[in-house]
């Protein structure tokens, strides 16, 4: 399961509909891929459908999708959003992640 903070949930549902998009049908699709600094890297994008094989999470009215590889790489992971001096952005609480980058978008296990 991904878990989504109040901060998180705000600025996606905020995000969505600036993009056409309706938090309360659509999905934030999450997953990983190959690369980064620390050799995994974070993606996060809108979608209006989900895949057969994508898992399904709903957590603070914000409906998730992942595909299957991805998920191993993200169970139990917080996503949240960071406003402060350092940067603006989601950021992935990764329980999984041995060593993550400077930047927080990248991550290895």
């Not at 989504?4 to 997953?31: I, N, P, W």
């Amino acid at each position: 399961m991904i878990k989504v903070s109040d901060t998180a949930k705000q600025k996606v549902v905020s995000l969505m509909t600036e993009d056409g998009y309706d938090a309360a049908t659509d999905f934030v699709r999450v997953g990983v891929k190959s690369g980064g600094c620390s050799g995994l890297s974070y993606e996060l994008k809108f979608d209006k459908t989900a895949d057969e094989s994508d898992k399904i999470f709903e957590d603070n009215n914000v409906r998730i999708i992942v595909d299957k590889k991805s998920f191993l790489y993200l169970v139990g992971t917080t996503l949240e959003y960071s406003g402060g001096l350092n940067g603006k952005g989601f950021v992935f609480n990764n329980p999984n992640a041995q060593r993550t980058c400077g930047c927080g978008e990248s991550f290895s296990l």
